[in-house]
């Protein structure tokens, strides 16, 4: 059994109101193996990231119960408190944990909670904003903020939908991007900063990326031979992870990147629309320590 006391930290509106639902199967079966557990029903994403360093000043685990904006607000608060973390998926599209191996079901989510092994994992870390998935600026940043204004339609619609709507009016802007290797401009349809490499609901857009390596695998999708017939059969292709093969598709390795671009395009973090460019994206190795299963 685990020897830390857990505070499960529940978003309200993740997954069009299910979060809680999530939970409370979970919660029933921690409690009768004679966990000391806690619900804490989130107000706001600030609420929950400090919420989510109480418990972790307590050296109690937080448990993210939401999707992946609340995961990056516990990660946030649990990075701050100098503790460890967990993730019981209850959001609409749930990547960060899925690529981590987190289950669904809640035998082997209590199961997780009780005697996983802890994990140091990377996070990155935007102008003080902190990433656990991935950072993202082009077509897909604006297919999020349509997405987002579709909570009430199911989440496979929503996410399917949002990157055509997105191209109707879409003009590639010119990127200028700083990493270790030097300075350069592109102009291109999406640049993405993974440290996970999954999104949008099962789409493997950067399926190289891992959380433990030390890296930002930065992804660009160059204007240049993906034109907008191309775009269909590119997100197809996503969700295998074979769009990278495309000549207009390039991935590098670097440890930071300073991303601008000479026109407004959304800037967005897992799910949620958080600002706009200029960024610079560093990566924190290890910074993070997380309940994960073998």
Same mark, same amino acid.
């Not at 390596?213 to 017939?229: E, S, W």
């Not at 207009?248 to 990147?257: F, G, I, K, L």
């Given at each position: 059994m685990s020897t830390h006391p857990i505070t499960a930290l529940v978003n309200p509106i993740s997954g069009r109101r299910t979060a809680q639902q999530a939970w409370e199967p979970v919660a029933e079966r921690l409690r009768a193996?004679?966990?000391d557990v806690e619900t804490v029903v989130t107000t706001s994403a600030r609420h929950a990231t400090d919420a989510a360093a109480e418990a972790a000043r307590a050296g109690r685990v937080a448990v993210a119960v939401g999707g992946d904006g609340m995961v990056r607000d516990?990660?946030?608060?649990?990075?701050?408190?100098?503790?460890?973390?967990?993730?019981?998926?209850?959001?609409?599209?749930?990547? $960060?944990?899925?690529k981590l191996g987190v289950p669904d079901d809640p035998d082997a989510l209590a199961?997780?909670? !009780?005697?996983?092994?802890?994990?140091?994992?990377?996070?990155?870390?935007?102008?003080? =904003?902190? +990433?656990? /998935?991935? !950072?993202?600026? /082009? +077509?897909?940043?604006?297919? @999020?903020?349509?997405?987002?204004? #579709?909570?009430?339609? &199911?989440?496979?619609?929503?996410?399917?939908?949002?990157? &055509?709507?997105? #191209?109707?009016?879409?003009?590639? &802007?010119? $990127? @200028?991007?700083?990493?270790d290797d030097g300075t350069r401009s592109v102009r291109a349809h999406s640049v993405i900063a993974a440290n996970s490499g999954w999104y949008g609901h099962g789409l493997k857009i950067v399926p190289s990326a891992e959380?433990?390596?030390?890296?930002?695998? !930065?992804?660009?999708?160059?204007?240049?031979?993906?034109?907008?017939?191309?775009m269909a059969?590119? #997100?197809? =292709?996503?969700?295998?992870? @074979?769009?990278?093969?495309r000549d207009?598709? =390039? +991935?590098?390795?670097?440890?930071?990147?300073t991303i601008a671009a000479d026109r407004a395009v959304p800037l967005c973090i897992d799910g949620d629309e958080i600002g706009s460019l200029p960024v610079t994206v560093r990566v924190m190795p290890g910074a993070l320590r997380m309940l994960l299963p073998d």
């Open positions: 193996a004679g966990a516990v990660a946030a608060g649990v990075l701050a408190g100098d503790g460890t973390m967990a993730v019981v998926p209850g959001g609409r599209g749930n990547d $960060f944990a899925h199961a997780m909670l !009780l005697s996983a092994r802890v994990r140091a994992i990377d996070v990155l870390d935007a102008d003080g =904003e902190i +990433v656990p /998935g991935n !950072l993202y600026v /082009g +077509v897909d940043s604006r297919a @999020t903020r349509l997405i987002n204004r #579709m909570r009430r339609i &199911p989440a496979i619609v929503a996410y399917r939908a949002g990157g &055509p709507l997105a #191209m109707i009016t879409w003009r590639p &802007p010119t $990127f @200028t991007l700083t990493t959380v433990d390596d030390g890296y930002i695998d !930065l992804m660009v999708a160059r204007a240049d031979g993906l034109g907008r017939r191309n059969a590119y #997100m197809a =292709e996503a969700k295998h992870g @074979t769009h990278v093969e207009a598709v =390039e +991935v590098v390795r670097t440890r930071s990147v």
